[in-house]
């Protein structure tokens, strides 16, 4: 009998838990640099490297950069909606990307490399078009990234995932010499 209640705690439990992890995706140019900044904020759980907004299945780095996928580089996050949300992590990318070059981000340019948000219900949506609008209206400039409805997310390959920490030194020299600090500071600090 007690092992029934235990089975019974362990599956009400497991689909409590599972109910408040949501997932959001965001296209900031290299996922590598998305996926630093997001992995450490409070409430997420996980940030995966990937491709999406495109038409062909299962792409290869490769064929993203080179190729003509339709697909951009993304960052999967799972996060617990009891400790952050939507609106939250769209607010935390924006500070992350330059949301006004129609080229892609930093010294990555090319399509594979321009900025989007997903979005998956209308709600999601209408912040998203709201937060727009307000930038365009704090800077006086139209913001070029991409809105689009999710529909599929292909996670990239091994290496890609948690690039910053596995190889670190590499890293922070591909950054530094991107320039994507130097230009958020002069974007987001005015």
């Known amino acids: 009998m007690l092992r029934f209640f235990l089975i019974i705690f362990i599956l009400f439990h497991n689909n409590a838990f599972s109910e408040t992890i949501k997932k959001t995706y965001f296209g900031g140019g290299c996922f590598w640099c998305m996926e630093e900044v997001f992995d450490k904020i409070n409430g997420v759980m996980?940030?995966?490297s990937g491709y999406?907004?495109?038409t062909k299945p299962n792409p290869t780095y490769k064929e993203v950069t080179y190729g003509n996928t339709g697909?951009?580089?993304?960052?999967?996050?799972?996060?617990?909606?009891?400790?952050?949300n939507f609106k939250e992590l769209l607010n935390i990318f924006w500070k992350n990307i330059d949301p006004f070059d129609a080229a892609g981000q930093f010294c990555d340019k090319g399509y594979s490399y321009k900025s989007a948000v997903f979005y998956m219900s209308d709600n999601q949506k209408k912040l998203i078009e709201k937060s727009i609008?307000?930038?365009e209206k704090d800077f006086n400039n139209k913001v070029v990234t991409f809105v689009k409805k999710f529909e599929k997310f292909y996670p990239a390959e091994d290496y890609h995932q948690n690039y910053y920490q596995k190889n670190f030194i590499n890293y922070?020299?591909?950054?530094?010499?991107c320039g994507r600090?130097?230009?958020l500071e002069n974007i987001w600090q005015q």
Do not use: F, P, Q
């Not at 697909?71 to 952050?84: G, P």
């Open 46 to 48: 996980n940030v995966t």
């Open 52 to 54: 999406s907004g495109g």
């Open 71 to 84: 697909h951009i580089e993304v960052i999967e996050i799972s996060y617990d909606s009891k400790k952050t």
């Open 133 to 135: 609008e307000a930038i």
């Open 172 to 177: 922070l020299l591909y950054k530094k010499g």
């Open 181 to 183: 600090e130097s230009r």
